[in-house]
């Protein structure tokens, strides 16, 4: 990642997307404030938020459908902050598909084509090249109305593919779909991506999504960016309370307590020997968390450093794994076990934690230790 | 928690159910008993006084309906009277071309009200008013409005085209874009905002989507906009149509059929015969023969509208 | 008791009429008039009334023409039976013509009061139209024909007629009634001879009927009104129209014989036809009501109101033995003529409304197109045939 | 929290456009979509225009000009007539007396064309029954029958329920001949509603007529504004059945203006006729212009989704 | 499935709701056919299918909002088959709330009860009472449209437990939740039961909630129940191919082959010494199962019986496990790792398989051996 302003012309050079600054406001209510991202040649970058913290009025600013109040994007090196949508260099799937429902699946893919006045033949190619990478051949004659929602999102992800572009914008386009296809179209939006290797933009609140799909991950509040890092890295350092809190299914367990020296104090208290500090520990209330799957059951507790006995509320089997909803302290606490388990509800268990696998957040400004 | 033992416990629970299926004619009996004004006036009204009609079109009542059968008469007469064919072609005309220019033009407008403008409420109410306005005083603002000495001609010429010559009231060649002027101004405002309404539910993305695609803005209405807003042409179509097949109020304030036969309609045709001529089987002839061309139209149409869809 | 009277008489002449029919009645009874006027002559009214009549609420009194209109609600028992006043009244004997009291009679009942006669068979010429073409006034159809070259020369219209079936029907009865004579209008138009209806008389008049097209062409006026202003102003020469138009003349402040004259049968046949407006009285169960409009009968066929009202109105009373001495120049050629018996059936009261009608619809297209005299003979000889 | 974004470039703008492009206030779009509209106003206020400024003039001014041309002289003098003077006939008290009647019938109209026309449509979504759909059918198809030909025969139906003549009987013709359009637009408002607010009002206990006034009813205003004004400026407006299936002591305002305007008593008034004309139109473009956005809020809910 | 009917009279003692021989068509489409299910006494059932199953049809049919073509309900001993909807004893929450948006949320939660003509202290006592149960108390006086998803969910639960009525119905209550909302109320749904002990009816066709609350699951199909039993017996015996592949996300891998004895034949061989064959094994062609979770990697494979090397195509870290999308004899094979794994996309890696996990189906019959 550039740290450092190179002059324009080499600083373009491995970047895809480049957002500057950019501002946009409604009227009064800023919605998107001094937003910085530069998103590398073929990355797959994932903005992650809860509802209506912007992510949707971002991803429209780069495709240029909305005017952003302040701020420049360059899209391949190109200052567009002006430019028209189709001439951008950009292809969009949008949430509710957006096909046009009275004309072929074949007419949905070239209209566009058509209208840029391409000659005939390779309008006939690239539709064809689309609907070989999306199997969409025996469908280029039905009308969207005869689809179902998955036929649907691929003819929609066909007309952004036709296009031939360099970025591919996509907001929140499996939402509308149920669990199972769901899974299925991000695995083939995965492998599409690896074959493809294009430069691709997409949101989504689902983070499950987020995590398998993306290279590096952005999680938006407020208009603001959190944090921008790889999958992995978000999940095991959180970068703030807020991150913490909403990355993890169920999420992670927070216990308020205050740091001494290295030693957590609170319901339980905690020596942080093995956990990597970012600066120098200094006293002071924190928040202390850990992930339910990183907390030791019984037998496996037994050689943890600490350990502390609660009684379990609510078992939740799901076959490939088991929640415990039990209560420490006063508040919820989750525990996520592999596989089934004999633990019913109402028995007492000594869960064991681990500090290495654990997060200390400053309790005021919210940003981890 | 645990439930507290309530003492009205299933106090909600009615007396034994059936055991057997009840009646299908009582199931529900509110639901017929308001349904009966409905019923009584599609099968009174509509279908008995238009039964009505077709028998009494093949008497020889005059001013009084009586039942003294004559077979074709009516209808042969019917069809070897000038001024009725004159009417069907004159309803043709105008209902084709008031149809069409309604339907293109009530879409324009509201396009062009759907570009985000200022003062899209006032642009608005200007376009929908005259349709609060009632025939007798569309006809006659129109005709002052039109007529050669006082109106728009006397106007131009005023400015000093001297030669210049609008009269379409008194010429039997252009009386039809006279009706049509005050015809579509009066109606179009509502087909407009019919249309507004549905351009206001195209999905947003949809929009996006042409936008991304390069798709300039009369492109996307026409290919895109336009075969989604389907039903609202239909919707349209139908209130348009409604109004056509009835034109009556307008050509009698405005032209009462004339210049000539220039702008008679079956609907004055069967008025005359009713109650100018009194005889009033010719007049149920001719209305006969109107519910058979709206049966004609419509039939086809209702098949495919309502044939085989369900809810909503 | 309130009666309720509709009719259409709302035009300035009419309506004053009317007020006085209603103040006489008001002062003669202590029954009230309640004025049900419907602007927009008989073809908005007559539904109406009709309606009215058959849905079972009907009006006290209601003006409708002569003719055979009625006789179907006389027929279904929906009039009131006035023969008991009519004998008491002697109205066999002063009712002039009578054929007026017998359109009023249905198998020897009389079912309605006559109350004035239309005399259609006019022609309205401008003097000072034909003065500025520097010709004499005519004073029949021929002058017309002749003056014509010279009227248009001079920019003014030789002949005008709204476009409007009625008017043009009118102006055909007038030829018909005027050129060809007693016998012909009633071999024509009653008895429907197909000998008269082909013949070379008939052609003849049609052969008239096509020059008036030609001297009519030039003019798009709809309404008999604004044709009638035509003539007023001076545009005009000529207008074939019924006595009423004499009323705008009055309202325009004109006079007959310095500004305007009256000619009857296009200057040749004197002959006027009698029919005209006629009250008639839907039966009511109210005894109360059907005791003021025999009252009312009485009144509207008194001397006082026959007087009053036909001068008003521009009409001519229907019976002779009143004084009409301070009537214009133009009803007192109307009644000479009346006096000296030169009546005839209005052709309303001869054909059904329908064959009316349809030669209202056929002259209509005849003047919208290039019809020839032959086709127009025959189209008219079929309806009228098919009528008897 | 910026401080956060530790991946992201420092702040820094490069070259080129940045921020809110700016436009020239007027493209020439704009240009052509607002002259567009002005034209088409032009056109549709033009007969507005000539009405009032007709109805503002007296007799002489009217008789030499243009009609466009605004009055030199303004004065009140036609729509006081229009409203109280004006004659037919014997009755010379204008527009006064049918303005009360319009009311008298225009209010027991709408509210019973709506009210039948909203259950029947509440009745067709959520109680079909067999055949519900047919009488669906035939009253739409009965929105296309020339009101003419129902005449005679409702002449005599009114005459068999003694309705003859009486406002009621008017009221059931208007309610007859709202129906279809209305029922339409109904039905279609009802379907859009979610079904499981019908099945939840079920299952608590609520029967026909509770679901109905209670829980569809109360969120139905779009819909209702909609009906209201459609019936109300066509009821308002109507003359053919206000003058047949009434007496002249009960004659609507627009049978008033037909007499007014019709009569040409001497002279035709035409600033008169037009300030009748004004005076009659003025109630239901007073619910046009009051009821706006509403109306096309419930258009869209109701007509749209044929 | 149910193989006998208990005769009615003694049956009905421990039974809330007895379906018998239900059938519903639409015009001429059966939609449920031949239905018999017993629903204990506060048992939570919960049906789960696939869209256009018949689940909300059987519900509305339970419910008295569609009338059955054929067969009997009955709801607490009583035959309640043609009654209506408010005399059945029932409470029904909808997907979409259908809460009335003119009244307040008291007047939601007491519409019914006024309807019922009960006194106005019992209807204040109810209420308060669901307010509590729910946490409704501070939003008594609001509209619906003035309350969140969740709130207004509860809302909907709060109008059926006024009610006071043996039978809870749900139809997929929560899909209109976000994931964080969906699992909260699950578990506060599930704490209600246990509170409650009403017996629930509950449709969804997201079998985490399935799994999750369910004393027993119905899976249907086409109208059809495929198996009635307790979510982790559904789990680890699905008693057909379609149950296998519609219970657990990502979906059973299955291979093709055949029955030697108690060994299968295909890409693979497996020795099925470990197996619980439901009846003594008969040759033939049989689809062998196995769930991505139960499939052992590398190092854990080692001790398996069953080894074969495949090619990973997809890694998806999801942060508290991880999937790999592999192929195996042209077919997907899918394999869930616990935690973060190092393995990367067109590794080759060894994977195990334990008999004792794995299911094997009847290939014609698709019916468990
Ligand atoms: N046209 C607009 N006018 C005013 N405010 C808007 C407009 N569009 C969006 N907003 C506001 O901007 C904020 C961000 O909206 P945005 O659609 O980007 O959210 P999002 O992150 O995409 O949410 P979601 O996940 O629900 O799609 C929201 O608070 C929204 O209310
Ligand atoms: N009113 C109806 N008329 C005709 N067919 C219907 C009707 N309602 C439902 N169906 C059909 O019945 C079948 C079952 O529908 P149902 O709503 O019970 O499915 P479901 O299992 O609840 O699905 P989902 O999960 O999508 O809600 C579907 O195939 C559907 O098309
Ligand atoms: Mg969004
Ligand atoms: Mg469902």
């Known amino acids: ?369 | 928690m645990t439930a507290l033992p309530d003492p009205d416990r299933g106090a909600v629970r009615a007396k034994a159910a059936p055991a057997r299926r009840p009646s299908r004619l009582l199931h529900n009996p509110m639901s017929k008993v308001a349904a009966m004004p409905m019923i009584a006036t599609a099968l009174v009204i509509f279908v008995g006084c238009s039964l009505w009609t077709v028998v009494h079109s093949f008497t020889d009542s005059k001013l009084l309906p009586r039942l003294n059968f004559v077979g074709f008469e009516q209808y042969e007469r019917l069809w070897s009277s000038s001024r009725w064919i004159t009417s069907v072609e004159n309803i043709a005309i105008y209902g084709v071309t008031a149809l069409v220019l309604s339907l293109v033009l009530g879409f324009l407008f509201a396009a062009l009200l759907d570009q985000r403008i200022r003062a899209e409420g006032i642009f608005r109410t200007i376009i929908l008013y005259p349709y609060a306005l009632s025939f007798i005083v569309t006809g006659l603002v129109w005709q002052w409005v039109l007529n050669p000495d006082f109106g728009i001609q006397n106007v131009v010429r005023d400015l000093g085209f001297a030669s210049f010559s609008f009269d379409p009231l008194n010429n039997p060649d252009t009386v039809m874009i006279a009706l049509l002027m005050a015809g579509l101004w009066q109606g179009t405002g509502l087909v407009t905002v019919i249309m507004l309404a549905g351009l206001r539910g195209v999905d947003e993305d949809i929009w996006k989507a042409t936008r991304v695609d390069g798709i300039p803005a009369w492109k996307t209405y026409l290919f895109v906009v336009v075969p989604i807003l389907r039903p609202v042409f239909v919707t349209a179509t139908v209130l348009i149509a409604t109004g056509i097949v009835k034109l009556y109020d307008l050509v009698v304030a405005l032209t009462n059929g004339g210049p000539g036969s220039a702008t008679q309609m079956p609907a004055l045709y069967v008025y005359d015969a009713m109650f100018a001529k009194q005889n009033l089987a010719q007049g149920f002839a001719a209305s006969t023969i109107m519910l058979l061309a709206v049966l004609v139209l419509l039939i086809p149409w209702s098949i495919h509208e309502f044939g085989g869809k369900k809810r909503g | ?388 | ?306």
Not at chain 3, 183 to 197: M, P
Request: charged share 20%; hydrophobic share 45%; aromatic share 8%.
């Open chain 3, 1 to 388: 008791v309130d009666l309720e009277i509709t009719h259409w008489w709302t035009s300035g002449g009419e309506a004053a009429a009317v007020r006085a029919l209603a103040e006489q009645f008001e002062a003669t009874s202590d029954n009230t008039w309640v004025d049900g006027a419907i602007a927009g002559s008989g073809g908005v009214a007559r539904p109406i009334i009709i309606s009215r009549i058959l849905g079972g609420d009907p009006m006290a009194a209601t003006q409708l023409n002569h003719g055979q209109q009625a006789v179907e609600l006389i027929e279904a028992g929906l009039m009131l039976d006035l023969t008991d006043i009519a004998e008491a009244g002697d109205w066999a004997n002063i009712v002039n013509p009578p054929s007026l009291l017998e359109a009023c009679t249905v198998e020897g009942r009389v079912y309605c009061v006559p109350l004035n006669i239309h005399s259609p068979q006019w022609m309205w010429t401008s003097l000072s139209a034909f003065d500025a073409a520097g010709v004499a006034p005519a004073q029949n159809w021929d002058d017309l024909k002749a003056a014509a070259p010279a009227l248009r020369e001079a920019g003014k219209q030789p002949l005008v007629s709204g476009a409007q079936g009625w008017q043009y029907a009118n102006q055909f009865n007038t030829f018909v009634s005027g050129l060809g004579g007693e016998d012909l209008y009633y071999a024509v138009y009653r008895d429907g001879d197909e000998a008269a209806l082909m013949g070379t008389e008939m052609k003849a008049i049609w052969d008239e009927i096509v020059i008036t097209r030609d001297l009519m062409a030039g003019t798009a006026i709809q309404d008999w009104n604004l044709a009638t202003a035509e003539v007023i102003n001076g545009n005009a020469a000529a207008q074939v129209m019924g006595d009423w138009a004499q009323g705008e003349f009055a309202v325009a402040g004109k006079t007959a014989g310095s500004d305007y004259d009256c000619i009857i049968g296009m200057g040749r046949a004197q002959l006027i036809a009698t029919a005209g407006d006629a009250f008639y009285f839907p039966v009511n169960k109210d005894e109360e009501v059907t005791a003021a409009q025999k009252e009312l009968a009485q009144v509207l066929i008194s001397p006082e109101a026959q007087v009053t009202f036909n001068l008003k109105k521009g009409s001519l009373p229907v019976r002779g033995d009143i004084d009409m001495s301070t009537a214009g120049t133009c009803m007192q050629k109307g009644l000479a003529v009346l006096a000296d018996g030169g009546t005839i059936d209005s052709s309303d009261m001869l054909l059904s409304p329908d064959a009316v009608g349809q030669i209202q619809d056929m002259l209509v297209d005849f003047y919208a197109s290039d019809m020839s005299a032959e086709d127009a003979q025959a189209e008219f000889a079929k309806i009228v045939m098919s009528d008897k």
């Open chain 4, 1 to 306: 929290m910026a401080d956060l974004s530790v991946n992201t470039p420092a702040t820094r703008l490069l070259d080129g456009p940045s921020g809110k492009r700016k436009r020239a206030r007027f493209t020439p779009k704009r240009i052509m979509i607002y002259g567009a509209l002005l034209l088409v106003s032009f056109y549709y206020l033009l007969p507005l225009w000539v009405m009032v400024m007709t109805s503002l003039k007296g007799m002489p001014e009217v008789r030499m000009g243009n009609i466009f041309a605004p009055p030199v002289e303004i004065t009140f003098e036609p729509w006081v007539k229009a409203w109280a003077q004006a004659c037919t006939g014997l009755n010379c008290d204008g527009l006064s007396r049918g303005f009360w009647n319009s009311v008298q019938i225009t209010v027991p109209s709408v509210v019973l064309s709506i009210i039948i026309a909203s259950v029947n449509g509440y009745a067709l979504v959520n109680w079909r029954f067999k055949g519900s759909e047919i009488f669906f059918t035939i009253l739409i198809f009965g929105a296309f029958i020339p009101y003419q030909v129902m005449i005679y025969p409702i002449v005599i139906i009114l005459r068999e329920l003694g309705l003859m003549g009486s406002v009621w009987g008017l009221v059931m013709v208007h309610t007859i001949f709202g129906m279809p359009i209305l029922t339409l637009l109904f039905r279609n408002y009802f379907a859009s509603l979610p079904e499981e607010l019908f099945k939840a009002a079920r299952v608590d206990g609520a029967g026909f007529w509770r679901i109905f006034l209670k829980v569809l009813v109360p969120m139905s205003l779009p819909i209702f504004t909609v009906a209201v004004i459609l019936q109300l400026t066509g009821i308002w407006n109507d003359f053919l059945f206000g003058v047949i299936y009434t007496k002249p002591a009960t004659y609507p305002m627009t049978v008033q203006l037909n007499n007014i305007v019709n009569s040409v008593q001497g002279v035709k008034e035409y600033n008169v006729n037009m300030a009748a004309t004004l005076l009659t139109g003025i109630v239901p473009l007073t619910v046009y212009l009051i009821s706006g956005k509403l109306f096309v809020r419930g258009i869209a809910s109701g007509a749209v989704k044929g």
């Open chain 1, 1 to 369: 990642m550039l740290d450092t302003v190179p002059p324009v012309s080499s600083a373009l050079d491995d970047i895809s997307v480049s957002i500057r600054d950019l501002e946009l406001a409604f009227g009064s209510v800023k919605v998107l404030k001094d937003l910085n991202i530069d998103i590398h040649k073929g990355e797959f970058l994932v903005l992650l938020g809860a509802s209506g913290c912007g992510k949707s009025t971002l991803l429209n600013c780069i495709a240029g459908l909305l005017e952003p109040t302040g701020g420049q994007i360059f899209i391949e090196g190109q200052n567009v902050t002006w430019a028209e949508p189709s001439e951008r260099g950009i292809g969009m799937v949008f949430q509710s598909y957006a096909l046009y429902p009275q004309m072929s699946v074949k007419s949905n893919l070239s209209f566009g084509l058509k209208n840029a006045k391409l000659p005939k033949d390779q309008i006939e190619k690239r539709v064809a090249r689309a609907a070989e990478i999306l199997h969409l051949g025996p469908l280029l004659d039905r009308k969207p109305g005869a689809l179902s929602g998955g036929q649907r999102q691929r003819v929609a992800i066909g007309r952004a593919l036709v296009r031939d572009v360099d970025v591919f914008l996509f907001d929140e386009p499996l939402s509308n779909l149920d669990a199972k296809l769901r899974a299925e179209l991000r695995v083939e939006l995965k492998r599409l991506h690896q074959s493809l290797a294009n430069t691709m933009i997409y949101v989504t609140h689902d983070q499950v999504e987020a995590m398998t799909l993306a290279d590096r991950i952005a999680i938006m509040k407020g208009g603001v960016i959190q944090q921008l890092a790889a999958p992995l890295e978000i999940y095991n350092t959180p970068a703030n309370l807020y991150v913490a809190g909403f990355i993890g299914a169920p999420p992670m367990n927070f216990i308020q307590g205050a740091l001494r020296g290295t030693d957590f104090e609170g319901i339980i208290n905690v020596p942080m020997q093995g956990y990597g500090f970012s600066a120098a520990p200094k006293d002071g209330a924190v928040v202390f968390g850990i992930r339910p799957e990183h907390v030791l059951v019984n037998d496996a507790a037994a050689s943890c450093a600490v350990q502390t006995r609660v009684v379990v509320d609510v078992v939740e089997p799901m076959g490939a794994d088991t929640l415990l909803w039990c209560t420490l302290g006063g508040d919820e606490f989750r525990i996520r076990l592999d596989g089934q388990t004999p633990i019913r509800q109402g028995d007492t268990i000594t869960v064991g934690i681990d500090p290495a696998r654990a997060s200390l957040f400053d309790k005021e400004t919210e940003i981890r230790l």
